[in-house]
Nanobody, 121 residues
């Protein structure tokens, strides 16, 4: 499956943004979806994951209550809604797909190219 992330941009602290990930190729609805991010000089960080059918989600504590992962399998698209953004949320955001839940990057077989989110103070 091929993934294409989009929707990043520059936003002020406290603002909101939605990033998207369009999938093509194999049946996206068969895969678990996830979002990670990577800030300059830091490791790639797990953010959230969603089951193949979209009924179950899991978030890392730092974004719980602010970010929402969702998917529309009819559109082969994965989303991440980012609310109450902080300057420390500035990073490249990556989408990923795999066969099982994981909070580790090694758990995902397919990756999008990333989209930059910059939060100004």
């Amino acid at each position: 499956v091929q993934l294409q992330a989009s929707g990043g941009g520059l936003v002020q602290a406290g603002g909101s943004l939605r990033v998207s990930c369009a999938a093509s190729g194999r049946t996206f609805s068969s895969y678990v979806g996830a979002w990670f991010r990577q800030a300059p000089g830091k490791e790639r960080e797990f953010l959230a994951t969603i089951s193949s059918g979209g009924y179950n989600t899991y978030y890392t504590d730092s974004v719980k209550g602010r970010f929402t992962i969702s998917r529309d399998n009819a559109k082969n698209t994965l989303y991440l809604q980012l609310n109450s953004l902080k300057p420390e949320d500035t990073a490249v955001y990556f989408c990923a797909a795999g066969m099982a839940y994981s909070t580790r990057r090694e758990g995902y077989d397919y990756w999008g190219q990333g989209t930059q989110v910059t939060v100004s103070s």
